[in-house]
């Protein structure tokens, strides 16, 4: 029975990317993207475009996951012209590498901490703290957790918090964020007077919402679920961290190819240096890691992760408010 250090090191082996096949999935990701927004501009017939605006955001879901791994130096992070493309993908995605890559790295060090677990995730309330805080203080804490802050991922994570403030936070810093806000909103702008109000609907802001709301449920459930455990500093590891604290998202091929894999979350907090297509193959191969906490993108898994509110340490466990 492998555990602690000696699970990671069982991982290893598979911490090595296939350069080609990291280039043909990125290609073919951004190919297949392209030609969807192309089909939404062109193509005259309208359920056609709509069904192409649809597919538009899932697609940029899966170049997220690609890039996301990207920023973890675990594809192609040598390759200058990958820099070059996913740097843009950042710009274009609002989530530029500058802010992104330092607040999912803090996200990687200190998942499950409670305290210090906020950065770059869902903030976590003890029971206590929230007990004690002052009622604007349990409003700001809801807000940034309710369901509509992630449904509605699009504003709140991508255009105000991972640009706008961001930048606000360090100009110097995250000048690039100011680009993405700048040439989103041009895009935008251009789009609305050259080809008018549907043709913006269809090409930026369906996309972009559906992309950010399926990502920061994502996002949400991986570590907000029904068995979740949080621990203290002098309580926290990293491999109990991974296992105990990140869901198995459970989802069907079309699923896990829309999303890269990334369902299988608990293998990536422990090893992130694995490429997303070879995380199903470290599943299969060890059989440790089969015995992760589940969820699922189901009505009722969906909603039993959004009633979770508070850390109980009495309890050991996520719960709603109806069970303070």
């Given at each position: 029975?492998?555990q ?5 090191l069982?991982?290893?082996p598979?911490?090595k990317?296939t ?10 990701t ?13 193509i ?7 069904l192409?605006?649809?597919l538009?955001g899932?697609v ?6 690609i890039y996301h ?7 192609l ?7 070059l ?24 060090a ?12 869902y903030?976590i309330m003890?029971?206590?703290?929230f007990?004690e ?5 349990r409003r700001a804490?809801l ?23 961001s930048?606000?936070?360090s ?17 935008g ?11 913006c609907?269809?090409l930026l802001v ?10 920061a449920?994502l ?13 203290d ?26 999303t ?6 608990h ?11 070879r ?12 015995q992760?906490k ?15 509110k ?7 466990a ?6 303070l």
């Amino acid at each position: 029975m492998l555990q602690g250090k000696q699970l990671i090191l069982a991982t290893k082996p598979f911490a090595k990317e296939t350069p080609w096949k990291s280039w043909y999935y990125t290609l073919s990701t951004a190919a297949i993207l392209l030609g969807l927004y192309a089909g939404v501009a062109l193509i005259p017939f309208l359920p056609f475009r709509i069904l192409c605006s649809v597919l538009c955001g899932l697609v940029i879901v899966r170049m997220f996951v690609i890039y996301h791994d990207y920023q973890h130096h675990t594809i192609l992070y040598k390759s200058k012209i990958a820099d070059l493309l996913f740097s843009a993908f950042g710009v274009f995605i609002l989530a530029p590498a500058s802010i992104w890559k330092r607040s999912h790295d803090h996200h990687h060090a200190h998942n499950s901490k409670l305290f210090t677990a906020s950065i770059g995730s869902y903030p976590i309330m003890t029971k206590q703290k929230f007990m004690e805080s002052t009622p604007e203080e349990r409003r700001a804490y809801l807000v940034q957790r309710h369901p509509l802050t992630i449904l509605f991922g699009y504003f709140s994570m991508f255009l105000v918090g991972m640009s706008l403030r961001s930048f606000l936070s360090s100009p110097s810093r995250h000048f690039d964020s100011l680009l993405a806000l700048i040439l989103h909103f041009a895009a935008g702008t251009l789009i609305f007077i050259y080809m008018g109000w549907l043709s913006c609907l269809l090409l930026l802001v369906a996309p972009f919402f559906l992309a950010c709301a399926l990502g920061a449920y994502l996002f949400y459930a991986q570590h907000n679920f029904p068995g979740v455990t949080f621990r203290d500093k002098e309580g926290w590891c990293h491999e109990n961290a991974a296992m105990a604290s990140s869901s198995y998202l459970l989802m069907n091929p079309f699923w896990n190819w829309v999303t890269g894999n990334i369902g299988y979350h608990h293998i990536h907090h422990l090893n992130s240096r694995i490429p997303f297509y070879r995380l199903p193959e470290v599943m299969a191969a060890i059989p440790e890691l089969q015995q992760a906490k589940t969820t699922r993108l189901t009505p009722s898994d969906i909603i039993a992760c959004l009633k979770l509110k508070v850390w109980n340490p009495d309890v050991n466990a996520m719960v709603g408010l109806n069970q303070l």
